[in-house]
């Protein structure tokens, strides 16, 4: 039986990893059979009573709960109030309650801590978490107390044996194990919410170490990532059939908030507020083609939102590897549907690329490095399945190794290696 854990708790989604003797680490099944699954909470208080405690939905569930209309309140990206005044401060989740946001990393390090248990036949109570290089950008105070707000989090869950790794050398151990000379990675982490980078140097003589904190030459990130593919391509691709970049009797562009709003996935409820609905149905006068507003608002009052984002997603994934997609929009009209080739979707987020091979520049040149000195790419996160991305980033290092590490686990992984050199 596995006597320890090690949890990716990720801004977007998250993995446990259980490591055995003599075994290669093992991924935990964590939501429908998958290794990963959304960090996300949602807190559901629909026909509860006011003394009746939420019922806790987590991953693909909490947001099934949200795009349903579900009352209550949905809780992502939460590893971002580490660090901030917010994480001890108090939130309302609906019906008048509220609930600190560090509780609510507790209870989703809770559910993970369970469902590693789950898979190990017993009880967990050391653990590795990962940890970005910096969880608060020049401010060492704050990343210090973002940290130790995450190991308060898991202590109150019932880990009493807490040790970090920092993420990007966690996704290099796997590669570092292969190599039998000293070198300098390129990690290339691009996930839905974040594009990060850093230089690690890794080799045989790094392995043994445990504190691998020098060896990390440069960190660098963006908030820009798959997330923002999906709403440029809605955006160019699909809501202009219901008015987006479309014109009014009188030449001028029709109001666009709405369509930013729909292309937003946080915001995307927003729109359905009955003021919002009764704004919109008074615009059509705004629109040349009534066609346009009569989608709009089928969408609207249908609540399509979600599905839209989802298709842009969908077509994304389907030209990532080079090619054309159709997208079937008959949810909103009958026969309507757009067709998308690999170079329109490059176009849509030609903005969001140029930013991300700017971040990778900027990485090298914090370590004072020559590209030339870099003598591996190591890939993970899922937007680095995206082939042109990964092309002009590789571009960039012409003389490094390509290496792609699993783009949705290799962190838990390389986590699960450390748990296994730090734990035993």
């Not at 709403?231 to 008015?243: F, M, N, Q």
């Amino acid at each position: 039986m596995p006597a320890v854990c090690a949890i990716d708790f990720g801004t977007s989604n998250s993995a446990i990893a259980l490591p055995r003797a003599g075994q290669p680490v093992q991924l935990v099944a964590v939501e429908d059979g998958q290794p990963t699954m959304p960090t996300a909470v949602f807190y559901a208080v629909e026909g509860l009573a006011a003394y009746e405690e939420p019922e806790l939905l987590f991953g693909r569930a909490a947001v099934a709960a949200y795009v349903e209309g579900i009352e209550g309140r949905l809780m992502r990206s939460m590893k971002s109030i580490l660090g901030s005044t917010l994480a001890d401060q108090a939130t309302d989740v609906g019906g008048g309650r509220t609930v600190r946001y560090l509780d609510v990393v507790g209870a989703y390090l809770r559910r993970l801590k369970a469902l590693a248990e789950r898979d190990a036949g017993g009880p967990l109570q050391r653990v590795v978490l990962g940890r970005p290089v910096f969880f608060v950008d020049d401010d060492p105070e704050r990343d210090r107390a973002a940290q130790a707000a995450l190991e308060r989090a898991a202590r109150q869950v019932g880990f009493t044996d807490i040790a970090f790794q920092f993420e990007p050398i966690a996704a290099a151990l796997d590669y570092e194990t292969t190599i039998d000379t000293e070198q300098i990675v390129l990690v290339a982490d691009i996930g839905g919410g974040t594009s990060d980078f850093s230089l690690v140097r890794v080799g045989p003589r790094q392995r043994r170490k445990v504190d691998r904190h020098a060896d990390i030459l440069a960190n660098h990130g963006v908030h820009v990532a798959g997330t923002d593919f999906d709403r440029h391509i809605e955006l160019a691709h699909i809501l202009p059939v219901c008015g987006y970049r479309g014109v009014g009797p009188t030449g001028r562009e029709v109001p666009s908030k709405v369509y930013f709003d729909l292309a937003t996935w946080h915001l995307i409820n927003t729109v359905y507020a009955a003021g919002r609905v009764a704004e919109l149905q008074q615009m059509r006068s705004f629109y040349a083609d009534l066609r346009h507003h009569a989608r709009l608002m089928d969408v609207v009052q249908q609540r399509l939102g979600h599905a839209l984002i989802g298709q842009a997603e969908a077509a994304k994934i389907a030209v990532a590897d080079g090619g054309a997609t159709r997208i079937d929009l008959s949810l909103i009209e009958a026969g309507l549907e757009r067709s998308v080739q690999e170079a329109d979707a490059i176009t849509a987020i030609e903005a969001d690329l140029a930013q991300i091979l700017a971040a990778a520049d900027e990485t090298l040149a914090q370590a004072g490095l020559a590209a030339a000195q870099v003598g591996a790419l190591y890939f993970t996160g899922g937007s680095t399945g995206l082939r042109p991305l990964a092309e002009r980033i590789a571009a960039r290092f012409p003389q490094a190794r390509v290496v792609r590490g699993n783009r949705f686990s290799s962190v838990a992984q390389g986590l699960g290696v450390h748990a296994q050199r730090v734990f035993g």
